[in-house]
């Protein structure tokens, strides 16, 4: 408990940067009548992919900092808008949904300039979606398993954990093949929920460069949302976990 303040201070001066870049709307499209609130923490990997997601679609978000470390997640008033106690969750006048792929499809369906994030074309969407469950299933689980014992418990490396992770990244790189982005030759939110991974593992010094088409896509996805908020949303927040847990 002794890195609180330093977490806390921390995560205020990022929330702070990331509600001054706030997007401008975008004229000609709809937008939602009041700022969407997201209630979120700036390392977490599904906060960030929202986050980037709004600034790709030009929608301004009210940030709610929600410090889960001080159990800002459980109190009745949070527990009655999202009983799961997760972050990040969304308030879109009043409809409320949590789950970062879930807020993310529903961002595109509901304001979208076009579809191009997530195509109404069904083999096309069919693809994302199938994306968006590897990550799920497979790709997020496998990350966690390797370093969630290590950020929140100071655990040690586990080997075995990092060639499951390591399996999941060479079936990514099999889905790349032919590919310039996951599901096809545009940027969807399945590249979008993904590459937060990857700024993790940069962070913490994993090494994929033996998955050389996930090496070459994650450059260009990184490159892909450099207007979008990229440094200041997911790098920051991957070099913050990583701050954690060479501290513990």
């Given at each position: 408990m002794r890195l609180l303040p330093i977490i806390?201070?921390?995560?205020?001066?990022?929330?702070?940067?990331?509600?001054?870049?706030?997007?401008?709307?975008s004229k000609g499209s709809k937008m939602p009548s009041q700022p969407i609130k997201l209630y979120y923490l700036p390392p977490s990997p599904p906060c960030r992919s929202v986050m980037m997601t709004a600034r790709a679609l030009g929608i301004d978000l009210e940030l709610v900092l929600t410090n889960i470390m001080e159990g800002q997640h459980k109190t009745p008033e949070y527990l009655k808008m999202n009983p799961q106690h997760t972050i990040p969750t969304m308030d879109?006048?009043?409809?409320?949904?949590?789950?970062?792929?879930?807020?993310?499809?529903?961002?595109?369906?509901?304001?979208?300039?076009?579809?191009?994030?997530?195509?109404?074309?069904?083999r096309q969407r069919a693809l994302v979606d199938q994306r968006l469950n590897f990550d799920l299933g497979t790709l997020y689980k496998r990350y966690m398993d390797?370093?969630?014992?290590?950020i929140f418990q100071g655990g040690e490396y586990n080997d075995?954990?990092?060639?499951?992770?390591?399996?999941?990244?060479?079936?990514?790189?099999?889905?790349?093949?032919?590919?310039?982005?996951?599901?096809?030759?545009?940027?969807?939110?399945?590249?979008?929920?993904?590459?937060?991974?990857?700024?993790?593992?940069?962070?913490?010094?994993?090494d994929y460069s033996a998955h050389?088409?996930?090496?070459?896509?994650?450059?260009?996805?990184k490159k892909s949302?450099?207007?979008?908020?990229?440094?200041?949303?997911?790098?920051a927040g991957a070099q913050m976990l990583a701050s954690f847990m060479k501290k513990d």
């Open positions: 806390v201070i921390t995560i205020l001066v990022i929330n702070l940067k990331c509600n001054a870049a706030a997007a401008a709307r879109d006048s009043g409809f409320i949904l949590w789950e970062s792929r879930a807020i993310m499809a529903y961002l595109v369906n509901a304001y979208g300039r076009n579809d191009s994030l997530y195509p109404k074309n069904p390797l370093y969630a014992p290590m075995e954990a990092a060639e499951k992770l390591n399996e999941a990244l060479d079936w990514m790189n099999s889905l790349l093949e032919g590919r310039v982005f996951l599901a096809g030759d545009n940027l969807t939110i399945a590249d979008i929920s993904i590459v937060v991974i990857f700024s993790n593992l940069e962070a913490f010094g994993f050389e088409n996930v090496a070459k896509w994650y450059e260009r996805t949302l450099e207007p979008f908020g990229y440094e200041e949303i997911d790098q």
